[in-house]
């Protein structure tokens, strides 16, 4: 196994807000859907909402006890998930309006990979992988120089 060179973890202050507003956004939905003077299909409709706000909460808190760790090799999580091996990374944006999560970067894959998503840490398209959220900014951007360097050392642009 690889020895870690980086690690990208949830900021615990942003973790316990970033829940703590889903849980109340999800507490609000079903305080207005039971005691609102809306029709039947938007009591069921708040009360759907307020089920995916608090399943959110749920799924953010649980990802979240995981982090982003870089080796070598590959980026992956702590959890064993392979996120993409170094040599499939062909990019890097970190610019200020690149569609990227908070405090975090998108890596471009030369190759497809499966969707996946862990909501306050990454997410993937088939060829894009997002790393932040309730990351600490200074973490992600040193894994990002880091990544950068190595993409550089290739001889492909970053």
């Not at 909460?57 to 649980?62: I, T």
């Not at 997002?130 to 880091?146: I, Q």
Request: net charge positive; glycine share 12%.
């Amino acid at each position: 196994m690889s020895d870690i060179i980086a690690v990208v973890s949830p900021s615990p202050m942003r973790r316990v807000v970033g829940v703590g507003i889903m849980t109340a956004l999800g507490g609000v939905m079903i305080y207005m859907g039971v005691v609102s003077a809306a029709s039947f299909g938007g009591r069921v409709a708040l009360l759907v909402f307020a089920t995916v706000a608090l399943w959110g909460a749920v799924h953010l808190w649980q990802s979240t006890l995981n982090r982003i760790e870089l080796t070598d090799t590959e980026l992956r999580t702590s959890d064993g998930i392979l996120l993409a091996r170094i040599d499939d990374i062909t990019g890097i944006d970190r610019g200020t309006f690149a569609a990227k999560p908070s405090s975090g970067f998108v890596l471009k894959l030369a190759h497809r990979h499966k969707p996946g998503w862990a909501p306050g840490l990454w997410w993937r398209t088939p060829r894009r992988i997002g790393v932040g959220g309730v990351t600490g900014a200074g973490e992600a951007k040193f894994m990002a120089e880091l990544l950068t360097e190595r993409i550089a050392a290739r001889g492909q642009k970053p």
